[in-house]
């Protein structure tokens, strides 16, 4: 079993910046791409931004050249820098990871969410 552990949501103001951690631990072999989604209220779950095993990143429109995605694979863990946020940034953001168990089956988790808040 693979367990996520998500940090860095809160309160801040439009303009302001968050960094949000997701950390994987577990028997782990192997990790593949690393993504955040989000979910607003009323509003489905979507993509924020991926990124592969070999850096390979993308991002959805709303996103470009204000967040950045990043990733240490030594401690399998993926970031997510947010700058300039706007209201519409608000939602409960989840990090989901995909790769492979010491036993070579193949793991889909998702993190428990974190809350980000952008006030106007």
């Known amino acids: 079993q693979v367990q996520l552990v998500e940090s860095g949501g809160g309160l801040v103001q439009t303009g302001g910046s968050l960094r949000l951690s997701c950390a994987a631990s577990?028997?782990?072999?192997?990790?593949?791409?690393m993504n955040w989604y989000r979910q607003a209220p009323g509003k489905q779950r979507e993509l924020v931004a991926g990124i592969t095993k070999s850096g390979r990143t993308n991002y959805a429109d709303s996103v470009k050249g204000r967040f950045t995605i990043s990733r240490d694979n030594a401690k399998n863990t993926v970031y997510l820098q947010m700058n300039s946020l706007k209201p519409e940034d608000t939602a409960v953001y989840y990090c989901?990871?995909?790769?492979?168990?010491?036993?070579?089956?193949?793991?889909?988790?998702w993190g428990q969410g974190t809350q980000v808040t952008v006030s106007s």
């Open positions: 577990g028997a782990i072999f192997d990790i593949n791409d």
């Open positions: 989901r990871v995909r790769g492979l168990y010491y036993s070579r089956a193949v793991f889909n988790s």
